[in-house]
């Protein structure tokens, strides 16, 4: 973590990187849940959500065109995440972060198929789960029953056709890294911060429609990006 200063608005900055960090490197002690992911969005700092907002829409509207930038980047979290998490054990948090996130993005530059399969794989998991969870009438402690389900078809469909699988990952991924921005910024003003928990935690499909609208909209875009780009101009 960045050490403390007595400078106002320093002390301010530094504060809100640090509370950025601590919530990067949160461990989940279960499959959250969607009060645990709202309860996340509250405790998440401003620029955490302005970075996750600017990021989603990327990755909606250039993950196919900029997709060796975007598995790059998903590799350099990875390796971030994963820097950091060991940095905590010898109180060395930044440089183990900064290693990891060199050595995670460096690695995925020439490993880019297995980057792209290995970065599906991750986004059908988490689709998958949070679609076994969205229905009431399945239980939710096999939730990973419905992320495997999800892993194995990105996985297979990489096998098959790398464009779509791209497509499909970078366009839920840049969706669900949206919306929680968004819910970020609207816990933020205290105003509508009651109200707006109240209608996400009474009704449950919400935030999956919230993310699925964004989604088909970013496939639509990229696909039809990659279409005309294909396209030779006629004379």
């Given at each position: 973590?960045?050490?403390?200063?007595?400078?106002?608005?320093?002390?301010?900055?530094?504060?809100?990187?640090?509370?950025?960090?601590?919530?990067?490197?949160?461990?989940?002690?279960?499959?959250?849940?969607?009060?645990?992911?709202?309860?996340?969005?509250?405790?998440?700092?401003?620029?955490?959500?302005?970075?996750?907002?600017?990021?989603?829409?990327?990755?909606?509207?250039?993950?196919?065109?900029?997709?060796?930038?975007?598995?790059?980047?998903?590799?350099?979290?990875?390796?971030?995440?994963?820097?950091?998490?060991?940095?905590?054990?010898?109180?060395?948090?930044?440089?183990?972060?900064?290693?990891?996130?060199?050595?995670?993005?460096?690695?995925?530059w020439p490993l880019l198929k297995f980057s792209i399969q290995?970065?599906?794989?991750?986004?059908?998991?988490?689709?998958?789960?949070?679609?076994?969870?969205?229905?009431?009438?399945?239980?939710?402690?096999?939730?990973?029953?419905?992320?495997?389900?999800?892993?194995?078809?990105?996985?297979?469909?990489?096998?098959?056709?790398?464009?779509?699988?791209?497509?499909?990952?970078?366009?839920?991924?840049?969706?669900?890294?949206?919306?929680?921005?968004?819910?970020?910024?609207?816990?933020?003003?205290?105003?509508?911060?009651?109200?707006?928990?109240?209608?996400?935690?009474?009704?449950?499909?919400?935030?999956?429609?919230?993310?699925?609208?964004?989604?088909?909209?970013?496939?639509?875009?990229?696909?039809t990006s990659a279409t005309a780009a294909a396209t030779p101009?006629?004379?």
């Amino acid at each position: 973590m960045l050490a403390p200063t007595t400078h106002p608005a320093a002390a301010h900055g530094v504060e809100m990187v640090n509370d950025s960090i601590a919530w990067f490197l949160t461990w989940p002690s279960q499959w959250p849940g969607l009060s645990q992911v709202l309860e996340s969005c509250q405790h998440m700092s401003q620029g955490t959500a302005t970075i996750l907002i600017i990021a989603g829409l990327g990755f909606l509207a250039y993950g196919q065109s900029a997709h060796r930038f975007c598995m790059s980047l998903n590799c350099a979290i990875i390796g971030t995440w994963a820097g950091g998490m060991l940095g905590k054990q010898g109180n060395a948090v930044i440089p183990g972060m900064l290693i990891g996130g060199f050595l995670g993005g460096l690695a995925a530059w020439p490993l880019l198929k297995f980057s792209i399969q290995l970065i599906a794989a991750g986004v059908g998991f988490v689709v998958g789960s949070c679609v076994w969870r969205t229905f009431p009438n399945l239980d939710p402690t096999y939730a990973w029953a419905g992320g495997v389900m999800g892993l194995i078809f990105l996985y297979m469909l990489s096998h098959i056709t790398l464009r779509w699988t791209i497509i499909l990952a970078t366009g839920f991924q840049g969706a669900a890294m949206f919306i929680s921005g968004v819910l970020g910024w609207l816990y933020q003003i205290q105003s509508i911060k009651d109200p707006v928990n109240n209608a996400l935690t009474n009704n449950h499909y919400l935030v999956p429609l919230a993310i699925s609208i964004p989604a088909i909209l970013g496939l639509i875009y990229q696909h039809t990006s990659a279409t005309a780009a294909a396209t030779p101009a006629k004379k």
